[in-house]
C-alpha cells in the first residue's frame, strides 16, 4: 500500500537561507508521481513541483527544488533563499501509475508548517 | 486565464439538504480531483476522473457522488450531508505533458452542515 510521511510538523528558517522539507515514501509501484504543494495561512492550494519515478533528474522550479533520492525513498523539497512569504503549510504528495491499479489515486503526508524569520 | 473555480466559496447548510459544488476548468484538462481538508487529518481525495465518463473512488468517497459528463466540469454532490461533512473542499485538475505533471487548484469551498 502506497504511504507518504513528513516528519517535520514545523519548522524554522531565516530569511534568505536555504531551507530543507523531508518527505519520505513507501510504494511497490515502480511508476509513480510525486508532487509539493503551498497552502499559506489564505487556505489557497498552490502546485509547486512534480517529479516522476523515472525523471534522471531533480525537478526544480524557480527557487524549489526536489531532492528525489530514489533508493531511499525520499523527495525533499528544498527552498532556496527563504523569503517571508515562503511562510506557510507545505505538503508531500504522491500518485501511483501510470499503469497501476491505484492510478489517480493521490495521498498526501500530513504537512510541514514553515516559518520564515526576518 | 487559466483556472479552475468553484461555487459556492462558502456553504452553510442544515444536515439533510442535498447540495451540489460546482467545479469547472478552462483548461481542457482530463483529469481532475475533489479532496477535503480537516485540522488534524490532513487532506484526503474524495473522487477523481480520469477523463469524461469515467470516474473513481479516493480514500473517503462515502457520502459523496460525482458526475463527469464533460471535460471541464466535475460536480460534487451531496446528496444528504451531514455535520461530519463540514470540511473544506478543493477541486484541482491537472495535465502530464513530457512526463511532467501540472496542477491547478480551485480556490476552495468552506462547508458548514448544521
Known amino acids: 500500500a502506497q504511504k507518504i510521511t513528513q516528519t517535520q510538523p514545523g519548522m524554522f528558517v531565516q530569511e534568505k537561507e536555504a531551507v530543507t522539507l523531508d518527505c519520505t515514501y513507501d510504494?511497490?509501484?515502480?511508476?509513480?508521481?510525486l508532487f509539493w504543494y503551498k497552502q499559506p495561512s489564505s487556505g489557497e492550494m498552490i502546485f509547486l513541483i512534480y517529479q516522476g519515478s523515472y525523471d534522471q533528474q531533480n525537478a526544480t522550479e524557480g527557487r524549489y527544488s526536489l531532492n528525489f533520492q530514489k533508493a531511499r525513498k525520499s523527495a525533499n523539497l528544498v527552498i532556496s533563499a527563504s523569503q517571508l512569504g515562503d511562510s506557510a503549510m507545505y505538503f508531500c504528495?504522491?500518485?501511483?501509475?501510470?499503469?497501476?491499479?491505484?492510478?489517480?489515486?493521490?495521498?498526501f503526508g500530513q504537512g510541514t508548517t514553515l516559518q520564515v524569520k526576518p | 486565464e487559466a483556472q479552475v473555480t468553484q461555487n459556492p466559496r462558502y456553504l452553510i447548510t442544515v444536515t439533510g439538504k442535498k447540495l451540489t459544488v460546482t467545479c469547472s476548468q478552462n483548461?481542457?484538462?482530463?483529469?481532475m480531483s475533489w479532496y477535503r481538508q480537516d485540522p488534524g487529518l490532513g487532506l484526503r481525495q474524495i473522487y477523481y476522473?480520469?477523463?469524461?465518463?469515467?470516474?473513481d473512488k479516493g480514500d473517503v468517497p462515502e457520502g459523496y457522488k460525482v458526475s463527469r459528463k464533460e471535460k471541464r466540469n466535475f460536480p460534487l454532490i451531496l446528496e444528504s450531508p451531514s455535520p461530519n461533512q463540514t470540511s473544506l473542499y478543493f477541486c484541482?485538475?491537472?495535465?502530464?505533458?513530457?512526463?511532467?505533471?501540472?496542477?491547478?487548484f480551485g480556490p476552495g469551498t468552506r462547508l458548514l452542515v448544521l
Open positions: 484541482a485538475s491537472s495535465y502530464l505533458q513530457g512526463g511532467q505533471e501540472t496542477q491547478y
Open positions: 510504494t511497490s509501484d515502480p511508476s509513480y508521481g
Open positions: 476522473s480520469m477523463n469524461v465518463e469515467v470516474t
Open positions: 504528495a504522491m500518485r501511483e501509475g501510470p499503469g497501476s491499479s491505484n492510478t489517480g489515486k493521490l495521498i
Open positions: 483548461m481542457n484538462h482530463e483529469y
